[in-house]
T-cell receptor, first 111, second 113 residues
């Protein structure tokens, strides 16, 4: 069964705007990861945040983690048309061997 | 870094036919390996994972099986395909010695008619 649930399911913004996606999960975790998938392709790892971290940055990406609320957010600043893709969060449910993905947020950045 | 190869890229098979999808990994040793299935417009469902040669864990009961005959080879099989087996199959690996990051292959699009 899936662990994370992203919202919104779909998001459409103009180039240059910020995009925020959220992920909620149900069980305790060691870490949470965000991935990106272009249509019909494999997933690409974006960023990993550990359960003892609250915020992490990578380029235009900012991820936050609130373990008390069992939620995470991914912020993409100054979005570009090339950011158009589906974004997934994945958690490990305290098992380093397994990862569970949410249903994803489909982001459309209009030029 | 790791490179994951999957083939074929696309496959159209009749109901009741067998299936064999192959995944090979380069650039790492003794990785964890994973098979996921993705239905159209949906998230990834973990099907199988393996922590070593011959060690397979199944996540959901289904019509599929997996094998790991070599350290960097992971095979997904079925003896008789069902319509519900259609989907996008992704292989992934995790290098346990470095990070918790998973690296994904390009996927195989399977259509069962």
């Amino acid at each position: 069964s899936q662990q994370g649930e992203e919202d919104p399911q779909a998001l459409s913004i103009q180039e240059g705007e910020n995009a925020t996606m959220n992920c909620s999960y149900k069980t305790s975790i060691n870490n949470l990861q965000w991935y990106r998938q272009n249509s019909g392709r494999g997933l690409v790892h974006l960023i990993l945040i550990r359960s003892n971290e609250r915020e992490k940055h990578s380029g235009r990406l900012r991820v936050t983690l609130d373990t008390s609320k069992k939620s995470s957010s991914l912020l993409i600043t100054a979005s570009r048309a090339a950011d158009t893709a589906s974004y997934f969060c994945a958690t490990d449910r305290n098992n380093f061997n397994k990862f569970y993905f949410g249903s994803g947020t489909k982001l459309n950045v209009k030029p | 870094s790791q490179t994951i190869h999957q083939w074929p890229a696309t496959l159209v098979q009749p109901v009741g036919s067998p299936l064999s999808l192959e995944c090979t990994v380069e650039g790492t040793s003794n990785p964890n390996l994973y098979w996921y299935r993705q239905a159209a417009g949906r998230g990834l469902q973990l099907l199988f994972y393996s922590v070593g040669i011959g060690q397979i864990s199944s996540e959901v009961p289904q019509n599929l099986s997996a094998s790991r005959p070599q350290d960097r080879q992971f095979i997904l099989s079925s003896k008789k395909l069902l319509l519900s087996d259609s989907g996008f199959y992704l292989c992934a690996c995790r290098d346990r010695s470095s990070t918790d990051t998973q690296y994904f292959g390009p996927g195989t699009r399977l259509t069962v008619l």
